[in-house]
């Protein structure tokens, strides 16, 4: 265990729970910067908002697909 850091060497596992909670959490971060980042260069918040709609669907399957990918694959574990 290493306590300054809050985590040990041992390799566990993420749930497919867990992996779905990161990515809704990481995919709200993104899209918000998507639709802020939009909004200032078009300066029109409804095509900002209906781009983010797209973004963070499309992004969240991927994302999760690729971190469940991830899990499954042995290199680099312990």
């Given at each position: 265990m290493l306590p300054?850091?809050?985590f040990s060497l041992n390799h566990h596992q993420s749930t497919p729970a867990r992996t779905l909670v990161k990515t809704l959490s990481w995919r709200t971060i993104a899209t918000i910067m998507t639709i802020g980042l939009i909004?200032?260069?078009?300066?029109?918040?409804?095509l900002s908002v209906?781009?983010?709609a797209i973004d963070i669907?499309?992004?969240f399957a991927?994302?999760?697909a690729h971190e469940r990918a991830w899990?499954?694959?042995r290199w680099?574990?312990?």
């Open positions: 300054m850091f809050g909004w200032i260069f078009t300066g029109s918040f409804t209906g781009i983010g669907i499309t992004k991927l994302f999760y899990v499954r694959i680099g574990k312990r």
